[in-house]
């Protein structure tokens, strides 16, 4: 299931979007007083899967979807001074908490996550992020004209190093649903398989309720949603490693409680209380 021995720095990482506004003036040459609403049902009317009754917000293609947000939790594993095996955790987002602005820079949000990607090269973890979420950031940093040599690196033969773009070969970017794919609708969903091994899931927030938050400028709760999912995907991979013998049952045991320590001390700072939630329904 898992060919390599757990990296020592892995970054988990999830992300929102939402139907670009200012894409759909473009694309259809909208006058610019067209509101924010507005130029999203253009998106949405273009797409064939729309219906006006059945299926009127049907999902878009990429490149017409703007990034709001990007989380990431980062797992790096060293020595302390008495030679113990340490992980240190942590937790972050684009843009980060607290959120005091009004709006967000799509094109500064996903240049400096390519960045940190290509400089500090992680093992990217996520959950359907190969076809979803890697696949959003090459579009729309090609629509906001970015560039992220470090990020696009790649080895030239498969076992010269890890590549994000070869999933067969390599585990440099492992999407944990390539894992679990079964056809006939029996992949599951985050949500479900986090909340079946014991795990939160989702708290408050579904995915389909992120255009409203963006549209009321609620951002703070879509960064929130959004790190609960990066959460929830740690917690999924965690289980993963230790199923396929990665970890031994002592060390994944203690892998949990570290973690919960680590939660714990982040939900008493006042950007993430949101926490607290979260905590309250993972009873170790």
């Not at 064939?48 to 790096?76: H, Q, T």
């Not at 990217?124 to 940093?141: A, E, Y």
Request: negative net charge; contains cysteine; aromatic residues 14%.
């Amino acid at each position: 299931m898992l060919k390599n021995p757990i990296p020592e720095l892995a970054l988990f990482f999830d992300m929102e979007w939402v139907p670009d506004a200012a894409g759909a003036r473009r694309l259809f040459d909208l006058e610019d007083d067209v509101s924010e609403i507005d130029a999203m049902h253009r998106l949405w009317e273009h797409s064939p899967a729309y219906d006006a009754e059945k299926n009127p917000r049907p999902f878009l293609k990429y490149m017409f979807s703007r990034v709001v947000s990007i989380a990431f939790l980062s797992r790096k594993t060293f020595y302390n001074r008495d030679r113990e095996l340490t992980i240190d955790f942590k937790l972050n987002s684009l843009p980060s908490l607290p959120f005091v602005d009004t709006t967000v820079d799509e094109a500064e949000i996903i240049h400096k996550f390519l960045y940190f990607v290509g400089e500090r090269r992680p093992q990217l973890v996520g959950f359907n992020s190969s076809n979803s979420d890697v696949q959003v950031l090459i579009q729309r940093g090609l629509i906001n004209e970015i560039t992220a040599p470090s990020f696009n690196q790649r080895p030239n033969k498969p076992w010269e190093g890890d590549d994000y773009f070869d999933a067969k070969n390599s585990e440099g970017h492992l999407d944990l649903i390539t894992r679990f794919y079964g056809g006939n609708g029996m992949t599951p969903r985050l949500d479900e398989l986090a909340k079946m091994c014991g795990f939160p899931g989702k708290i408050d927030v579904k995915g389909d309720q992120v255009t409203e938050l963006w549209l009321n400028r609620d951002i703070t709760k879509i960064i929130e949603y959004n790190q609960i999912d990066v959460l929830n995907t740690y917690l999924v991979w965690l289980r993963v490693v230790y199923f396929t013998g990665k970890l031994s049952e002592e060390d994944y045991v203690s892998e949990q409680e570290q973690f919960r320590e680590f939660l714990e001390t982040e939900s008493q700072k006042p950007e993430k209380a949101f926490i607290s939630a979260f905590l309250d329904k993972w009873p170790l």
